[in-house]
């Protein structure tokens, strides 16, 4: 099992739509969590974090997590052609500092 | 500096030479990784520095990669004799170590061995 699953996708939404994108993970003690974008060509800029259970609202990003599920959800509202691109999922698995991304999920906003 | 800073942005090598990349993290920033990513794949952890220590080298693929950092600040990846496997674009980033620990990537370099 790996650590950290990503469907690869492609997602197509229609532009305006509500993008969900999921990661599971498989340590159950990891403490933080984190989504980055990643324009093809260019490194991963990070977008959201989170660590607490529940919802966290950043413009038109919400990041979810649930730790007894194991899982964490970006969800982008109001998707733009802009947000096409790969979107990491990362977890700092507990008793190290590094991270593990997952393969990341490609995600098409079609105007 | 305002962000971390990689170099070269590009390097071609031969086969069998060895290679230098380097990083300048965030000021301030105290921990730095090292990842890889080959072509279409996901982001391969290589090693974690705190400070000028680095406590998880388990992502080094082999004895002919090593890393250094000095000063707390700037980190050199080495790979020796260098393989066409190697080819991928390596990344660095740097965060700090208390808090929520966001970490931020430099632009990378894009290794080709030929």
């Known amino acids: 099992q790996k650590e950290v699953e990503q469907n690869s996708g492609p997602l197509s939404v229609p532009e305006g739509a509500i993008a969900s994108l999921n990661c599971t993970y498989s340590?159950?003690?990891?403490?933080?969590f984190f989504w980055y974008r990643q324009y093809s060509g260019k490194s991963p800029e990070l977008i959201m974090f989170?660590?607490?259970?529940g919802d966290k609202e950043d413009g038109r990003f919400t990041a979810q997590l649930n730790k007894a599920s194991q899982y964490v959800s970006l969800l982008i509202r109001d998707s733009q052609p802009s947000d096409s691109a790969t979107y990491l999922c990362?977890?700092?698995?507990?008793?190290?500092?590094?991270?593990?991304f997952g393969t990341g999920t490609r995600l098409k906003v079609l105007a | 500096g305002a962000g971390v800073s990689q170099s070269p942005s590009n390097k071609v090598t031969e086969k069998g030479k060895d290679v230098e990349l380097r990083c300048d993290p965030i000021?301030?920033?105290?921990?730095l990784y090292w990842y890889r990513q080959s072509l279409g794949q996901g982001l391969e952890f290589l090693i974690y520095?705190?400070?000028?220590?680095?406590?998880?080298k388990s992502g080094l693929p082999s004895d002919r990669f090593s890393a250094e950092r000095t000063g707390g600040s700037v980190s050199t990846l080495t790979i020796q004799r260098t393989q066409q496997e190697d080819s991928a674009v390596y990344l660095c980033?740097?965060?700090?170590?208390?808090?929520?620990?966001?970490?931020?990537f430099g632009q990378g370099t894009r290794l080709t061995v030929v």
């Open positions: 980033a740097s965060s700090y170590t208390t808090g929520p620990r966001k970490a931020f």
């Open positions: 340590d159950r003690g990891s403490q933080s």
């Open positions: 989170i660590y607490s259970n």
């Open positions: 990362a977890v700092n698995p507990s008793g190290t500092y590094k991270y593990i």
């Open positions: 000021s301030g920033h105290t921990a």
């Open positions: 520095f705190q400070g000028n220590s680095a406590p998880d």
